[in-house]
């Protein structure tokens, strides 16, 4: 079992900036990827950024990227999600997400198997 945790999330105005962070505990030597993803009211859950735990390698979703930033800490079993230049549209529940298998992209949902209970990020104009 895996537990994550978010944390960071708030509101903040269009072009500034908010750190989210994601504290996994549990079996994380288990863990392949770790991702954010969010959901706005009425809209479907929307992928944002993953990072894997061993090489670092990150990914973003094209709109993400150049203004967010996916780190991760080993340490401390935490990933990060910089966000810079906020916009409303980025209004939404973020959620952070591990897999322990490898099943298809790490871009996807679906393939991840932990979830947090996600973090409220508002953006006002």
């Known amino acids: 079992q895996v537990q994550l945790v978010e944390s960071g999330g708030g509101l903040a105005q269009a072009g500034g900036s908010l750190r989210l962070s994601c504290a996994a505990s549990g079996r994380t030597s288990s863990v392949y990827h770790m991702g954010w993803f969010r959901q706005a009211p009425g809209k479907e859950r929307e992928y944002v950024s993953a990072?894997?735990?061993?090489?670092?390698?990150?990914y973003y979703a094209d709109s993400m990227k150049g203004r967010f930033t996916i780190s991760r800490d080993n340490a401390k079993n935490t990933v990060y999600l910089q966000m810079n230049s906020l916009k409303p549209e980025d209004t939404a529940v973020y959620y952070c997400?591990?897999?322990?298998?490898?099943?298809?992209?790490?871009?996807?949902?679906?393939?991840?198997?932990?979830w947090g209970q996600g973090t409220q990020v508002t953006v006002s104009s």
């Open positions: 997400a591990a897999r322990t298998v490898i099943t298809g992209t790490p871009m996807a949902s679906g393939s991840y198997n932990y």
């Open positions: 990072i894997s735990m061993s090489t670092g390698i990150t």
